[in-house]
């Protein structure tokens, strides 16, 4: 009877033990907030063969966190529903909002990182303009999906769940904004969708920075170009963009996009060009007037890898244009409307093109 007694002690205090020291893990657990915005992550597709054909922004962000249960392990996770919107269908306001909730979280003490659901369409432009303006070292990670959860492979979930750990990871801090797809952690500044059927869709011309596999991250290289808390422009003090648009380069181009846009208040016009940044010669004219309208203009390119070169195909010293550098046209616009929130001097502007 008394060893019994003594058993019965020893197992309620080893069970009590066991269940604190459980607790003490979990609250140890970093703190991780997903904003979810919507995309296809938070798609619902008819059936389970429907990977391409679905409604995308339907699932709300609690019911995303609940079905991934395996979130517990990694962090301490809250979710908030910041928009319920397919990416394609952002504003400038939209990216503000985003950016300004991203802002102030990250100055909570109780916030160790952050992950944003989002849609893939226009995810590389929301995760170039956080990592240009948010003042912080903390993870941010901007994730998405290229199958709605309801699909047979969905890759939501993986994808939610690499999110989850990079922004858990201390060894992520200080990278600037990533992107997790497909296994691969990206700069927010490089990545770009490149194909818009495969879950292997996201590339950077430079290479990702690494890999997440099974909850660890595998570093290879890190970001050269200026971000985060090393950017002179900051979310805090920008309340407006200006508007900046893009008009492409193609055989037989008119005038009449660029002529459009020129009209509509525009403060710059990203030129997506031919080749190293070409202009065709009936619209080098028309470019030149543009700047001599004030507006500035800057010279990027339709090829999605390689980058212009200054003064190549245009004197661009000659015409007071600016090069967008290896930016595509989407990107280029992006650092063109935050830069432009601080100057519109070009000498400033080519500079900003270089450090960005
Ligand atoms: N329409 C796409 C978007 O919301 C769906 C997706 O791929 O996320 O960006």
């Known amino acids: 009877m008394y060893f019994a007694t003594r058993i019965r002690a020893f197992a ?25 915005t919507g995309g296809t992550i938070a798609g619902a597709g008819a059936s389970a063969v429907n990977s391409a054909t679905y409604s995308a922004a339907k699932v709300p962000v609690d019911k995303l966190i609940a079905g991934l249960p395996e979130l517990s392990k990694v962090a301490s996770i809250r979710g908030e529903q910041v928009f319920q919107i397919a990416s394609e269908s952002l504003t400038n306001d939209n990216l503000l909002v985003l950016a300004k ?10 916030v160790d990182g952050i992950v944003i659901t989002h849609g893939t369409d226009t995810l590389e432009e929301t995760a170039y303009f956080l990592t240009l303006t948010v003042h912080t070292s903390k993870p ?33 801090a200080g990278k600037g904004v990533l992107v997790t797809m497909n296994d691969e952690i990206h700069t927010g500044r490089d990545v770009s969708k490149t194909v818009n059927i495969k879950t292997e869709a996201f590339k950077s011309q430079w290479g990702p920075l690494g890999m997440v596999v099974e909850g660890r991250n595998y570093w ?31 055989e037989g181009v008119p005038a009449t996009a660029i002529d459009a846009l020129a009209k509509s208040g525009i403060k710059a016009l990203i030129h997506g060009g031919t080749g190293n940044g070409s202009v065709a010669d009936r619209i080098v004219p028309v470019l030149q007037k543009v700047r001599g309208d004030g507006i500035l203009v800057i010279r990027s390119s339709r090829v999605p890898d390689g980058f212009v070169i200054r003064n190549a195909e245009q004197p661009d010293d000659k015409y007071d244009w600016v090069v967008a550098h290896d930016l595509r046209p989407q990107k280029a616009r992006i650092l063109a409307m935050v830069a432009l929130t601080k100057t519109s001097d070009t000498k400033e502007l080519q500079r900003i093109f270089w450090e960005y």
Not at 102 to 109: E, G, I, M, R
Not at 152 to 169: E, I, P, R, Y
Not at 221 to 249: C, W
């Open 101 to 110: 909730r991203v802002s102030a979280l990250a100055k909570q003490p109780d």
């Open 220 to 250: 290879f290289r890190a970001p050269v170009k200026r971000h985060t808390m090393q950017s002179e422009f900051d979310i805090d003090t920008i309340n407006a963009l200006p508007p900046v648009e893009i008009a492409y380069g193609y």
């Open 140 to 172: 941010i990670i901007v994730v998405g999906s290229m199958r709605p959860g309801t699909a047979l492979s969905a890759d939501g979930a993986l994808n939610l769940f690499d999110a989850v750990n990079v922004a858990a990871s201390k060894d992520a």
């Open 12 to 36: 309620g205090a080893a069970a009590l033990l066991a269940a604190s020291a459980i607790a003490q893990a979990q609250t140890a657990l970093p703190n991780v907030v997903i904003l979810a």
